[in-house]
């Protein structure tokens, strides 16, 4: 599959939470980091996704805010 996405990130799924309507997935990126991300529970089961799983973490946003205090 191609993308025109240029913000794709590598990853390894650590760990999935499900809820009743949406999942949170942690996701290790590089150790000690990991992000996480909120996506619908019928994504979660069409994707098949499960802890182990080496995916791809494409970023779509139209604003990256940073804070430094």
């Given amino acids: 599959m191609q ?3 240029r913000n794709k990130i590598e990853g390894t799924i650590k760990g ?3 809820g009743e309507v949406a999942s ?3 996701i290790e990126i ?3 980091t990991t992000m996480t991300s909120m ?5 979660v089961e069409e994707l098949g996704l499960k802890e182990g799983d080496k ?4 970023i779509k946003a139209s604003e990256i805010l940073l804070l430094k205090e």
């Fill in 3 to 5: 993308i025109s996405a």
């Fill in 16 to 18: 999935i939470q499900k």
């Fill in 24 to 26: 949170t997935v942690k």
């Fill in 30 to 32: 590089s150790k000690p």
């Fill in 39 to 43: 996506v619908t529970k019928e994504a």
């Fill in 55 to 58: 995916i791809t973490v494409v």
